[in-house]
């Protein structure tokens, strides 16, 4: 048994969260909408006030927030109460920049793993994320027996090569979406019927992704990858460099819009009608 903090309890951070408490483990949880704790409590989990209070004492760290601004903000609150010894496992999506921040900021003797992950709700829930790790061996190792509870870890490089990588996926799942969405409008304004468009498109570099692009157009559903938190992540790609005036730039371009169009907590898949203007 590991004593754990768990600092997010956005939509993947209450299911990993609550694998963690399944495992055994000695869970302590803080979200900024404190309600939101509830489940984790009566699930056997401690509930802190305060991101300081969550992590003291605590032997790993985790965190899942919304992106760079929010990891600052948290821990900003939380590195005084941290123990020498301790692993911060960062798993948002934040890119290398701001993971070399947060080292930074980390006191001597805390340790730091970035961590992001591949996968959406059902991956979180049940144990079969990919984590993209960036740590030093030693450290990934003291750390292995609680992230194989949340899913299967590569070992990526050294601290910010996680980041680095999630980066490189998200460009293109991100980009994909978009470039369905051009594709089905194009499928549009020709006349081509939407079906004929998606059976075509199945044995193209993007055909992997038409089962899901199906299945939301004749049914929405809940959110699994939000719109608003892709193009963050494309924001993050920008951000990076090399690609400025390239594909991310355009489809974060339509991802924001669709973002500006009241549709940001929406499934990713979201933009495909939006595109469309349907």
Known sequence: MTRIAFL????MGALMATRLVAAGHDLTVWNRTADKTAPLVEAGATAAGTPAEAVAGAELVISMLFGPD??????????EALKPGTIVVEMSTIGPQAVAELKETLPDGVRLIDAPVKGSLPAASSGELGIYAGAADADLADAADVLAVLGKVKHVGPTGAGASVKLLVNLVLG????M??????LADSLGVETDAAL???EGTAVGSLIPRVRAKLE???????????AEKDLR???DAGGVANGVAAGAQEKLAAAAADGLAENDISAVLNHVRGK
């Open 175 to 178: 980009s994909s979406f978009v």
């Open 236 to 238: 993050l790609v920008l």
């Open 180 to 185: 369905v969405a051009e594709a089905l409008a």
């Open 70 to 79: 929010a990891v600052r903000e948290v821990y900003a609150n939380a590195v």
């Open 199 to 201: 059976t075509a498109l």
């Open 8 to 11: 997010g309890l956005g939509r």
């Open 219 to 229: 049914n929405p559903g809940s959110t699994q990858f939000s719109l608003g938190l």
